[in-house]
């Protein structure tokens, strides 16, 4: 267990809708990073946040924001959510800044219906 | 603009045989590369570094600058290599770019 959690595990919701998902890193870790996993895009990297700040940003729609609290946990926020947002979203830490070595979550598998 | 290639969606090896994931990158600059596993069910974890140079489980990986490659290499495939790897690479600060990933499956 790498310590990372993510809530919820699963989520099913319609088109057009709103979702947060939620991580919680390792203890001790600053950095936090979310990444979008698809049968056809494969794993893409979304975001990164360190000790409260955004650090580095990848292929995140407008339509998604995340932010990183003072306890340290992240949440995703998907919204006008579409077919094609279906997908698993990993959120991973790190201690510091540099994604050097990642500690994954299990991921939470979003279904948009 | 960074990308990284991995050839093979499948590989499929018999036990005891020689395996290799290919891997390629495209980066203008250094690039510090990775391969990460995932096993059935279990979470993404990472398998080695290059600047480390180690070996892991057997695996060792090498960069070559000249080809732009970062070929993970084992010697003897076992059952329990059977998984997802993925090659990432490290843009410093900007993202982190992970393949398409390629399944290896060792074969009894």
């Known amino acids: 267990d790498s310590g990372v959690t993510q809530t919820p595990k699963h989520l099913i919701t319609a088109t057009g809708q709103r979702v947060t998902l939620r991580c919680s890193p390792r203890s001790g870790d600053l950095s936090v990073y979310w990444y979008q996993q698809s049968l056809d895009q494969g794993l893409q990297f979304l975001i990164q946040y360190y000790n409260g700040e955004e650090r580095a940003k990848g292929n995140i729609l407008e339509r998604f924001s995340a932010q990183q609290f003072p306890d340290l946990h992240s949440e995703l926020n998907l919204s006008s959510l579409e077919l094609g947002d279906s997908a698993l979203y990993f959120c991973a830490s790190s201690v510091g800044q540099d994604p050097y070595e990642q500690y994954f979550g299990p991921g939470t598998r979003l279904t948009v219906t | ?108």
């Open chain 2, 1 to 108: 603009a960074q990308r990284v290639t991995q050839p093979e969606k499948l590989l499929s090896v018999f036990k005891g045989a020689p395996v290799e994931l290919k891997c390629n990158y495209s980066y203008s600059g250094s690039p510090e590369l990775f391969w990460y596993v995932q096993y059935s069910r279990q979470r993404l974890q990472l398998l080695l570094r290059h600047i480390s140079r180690e070996s892991i489980k057997g695996f060792t990986a090498d960069l070559n600058k000249g080809e732009t490659s970062f070929h993970l290499k084992k010697p003897f495939a076992q059952e329990e290599d059977s998984a997802m790897y993925y090659c990432a690479l490290n843009n410093y600060g900007q993202n982190f770019v992970f393949g398409p990933g390629t399944r290896l499956s060792v074969l009894p």
